[in-house]
């Protein structure tokens, strides 16, 4: 009786052993079937080549744009070819398969495989790659690997994000992206670190959204101060998440305060290209819509005429780190603070008293520009700030459209110093200040929302 009994619990064991194997089988198959294969990128390398060495370090295959193979690799195989010599006889896309996932151009090597596209004097190298080894590549390359990992962090999902935002911007070379600061530097397997690779693979498929699309995470070295709006820079439709924000992160940055001396033969050299000639040159002025903000556009005065360049050409044309500058002169500035200041009838016209309050509620609600916000009462009570009228005078209030800085001579400028902040375009996340703030403990959701306004995060399904 003991032993058919034990038998029964036997089988009964076994039956809901299968049970169990089957139910993790179906959930193994529905989550497999729901997950997608993670996306492969297509990623111009450089510009028109007219002299390719491709190099298959395990070996490997070459196909045709049909699949068929073409060619076969040992170690080392070596696929090298010169327009000049060979112009016009390639047409057809040649695709270069490496048995170990690993193949090198012009000196470099890149994980993936590449495709060769053979024009008529040229050839465009493509490098397909999965997206997240695409960003090992990516990362490392636009901020420094010794950066805190909350840092290399926010980085990896606004270089993901920008990828996903951004894959058509190259679709009428046979790519998507390409590895330049047009879309994002890429080095390839040269750019990889362990701490690179931890970031990367510790926010694996996470992207930033705004209204259920990917937002365009624009991005740059150093904002100097303050970040800028996407219209003012780049002009087109305001972006709401990219929109101008205070930081003082940088500071330590190299550009957070830059200086520039250019002569004016440089200046007659470079601008006769754009049509701007002149010989002599009585004054320049700068416009921007406040003093150190983006530069409209700058004005130079002659004896006989005016000729104005865009702000966003001039950086371009002389190479400045940002668009954000005034003339170094140190006496029109020390002139413009004094002018402020005699605006106040006195210096003592108002006297500020800060006092603790600890009767007022425990909570506050406090408006802002940017809404209502729900506040808590400090340590120590609340800091209540009166100011007290002691002269009858007041302030004049400072209205103007725009900011001018200009430089002015009796006779013919020889040379103009520019006074400026920042490195990049300014728009979006500051990549110095973000490494400050991950060296100050803020994890990449922090950083990410500081930087910009009103998005979401969500994980892809791959």
Avoid at 313 to 330: E, G, N
Wanted: aromatic share 10%; charged share 25%.
């Amino acid at each position: 009786m003991n032993r058919v009994f034990s038998l029964g619990k036997l089988a009964a064991f076994k039956l809901f052993f299968v049970v169990f194997f089957l139910l993790v089988c179906q959930s193994s198959y529905l989550y497999a079937k729901n997950k997608k294969a993670e996306p492969i990128f297509k990623i111009k390398l450089g510009d028109k080549h007219d002299k390719i060495k491709i190099v298959l370090p395990d070996g490997g295959r070459v196909l045709d744009a049909s699949g068929k193979r073409v060619q076969g690799f040992r170690k080392r195989g070596v696929f090298e070819r010169n327009l000049k010599n060979h112009r016009g006889r390639q047409r057809t896309p040649l695709n270069f398969i490496s048995n170990n996932g690993l193949v090198e151009f012009n000196g470099k090597t890149y994980r993936g495989s590449l495709t060769a596209h053979f024009k008529k004097d040229h050839v465009v190298i493509v490098n397909n790659v999965a997206v997240e080894d695409y960003l090992r590549g990516v990362v490392g390359g636009e901020m420094s690997s010794l950066a805190p990992l909350e840092s290399l962090k926010s980085q990896a999902v606004i270089a993901r994000t920008y990828a996903f935002a951004g894959r058509h911007r190259h679709k009428d070379e046979n790519a998507e992206l390409c590895d330049s600061t047009h879309c994002q530097v890429y080095f390839g397997i040269e750019a990889e670190r362990k701490s690179v690779d931890l970031a990367v693979a510790a926010t694996r498929s996470i992207t930033m959204l705004y209204d259920g699309n990917h937002a365009e995470t624009l991005y740059h070295s150093t904002c100097g101060g303050e970040t800028s709006d996407s219209s003012s820079v780049f002009g087109g439709t305001f972006k709401p998440w990219l929109r101008r924000v205070q930081c003082s992160f940088c500071e330590n940055a190299p550009n957070y305060r830059w200086s520039k001396v250019i002569s004016l033969d440089m200046m007659r050299k470079v601008l006769t290209n754009e049509k701007i000639n002149f010989d002599a040159v009585t004054d320049i002025e700068i416009v921007s819509p406040s003093y150190m903000d983006i530069v409209e556009k700058i004005v130079f005065k002659t004896p006989t005429s005016n000729h104005e360049i865009k702000g966003s050409r001039f950086r371009s044309l002389f190479k400045l780190p940002s668009m954000t500058f005034v003339i170094a002169d140190k006496d029109r500035r020390r002139q413009m603070l004094a002018d402020s200041l005699s605006d106040m009838e006195s210096s003592e016209a108002w006297r500020v008293n800060l006092q603790r309050n600890t009767l007022l509620s425990r909570q506050l609600f406090v408006q802002s520009a940017e809404g209502l916000h729900r506040a808590s009462e400090p340590l120590g009570g609340w800091g209540v700030l009166s100011v007290q009228k002691i002269l009858k005078t007041s302030p004049k209030p400072q209205l103007q459209d725009s900011f001018k800085s200009s430089v002015m001579s009796q006779s013919s400028l020889d040379k103009i110093s520019l006074f400026g902040r920042g490195y990049g375009h300014q728009v979006g996340l500051c990549q110095s200040g973000a490494i400050e703030l991950g060296k100050r403990g803020w994890n990449y959701r922090q950083i990410l929302s500081y930087y910009y306004s009103d998005v979401s995060l969500a994980s892809l399904a791959y």
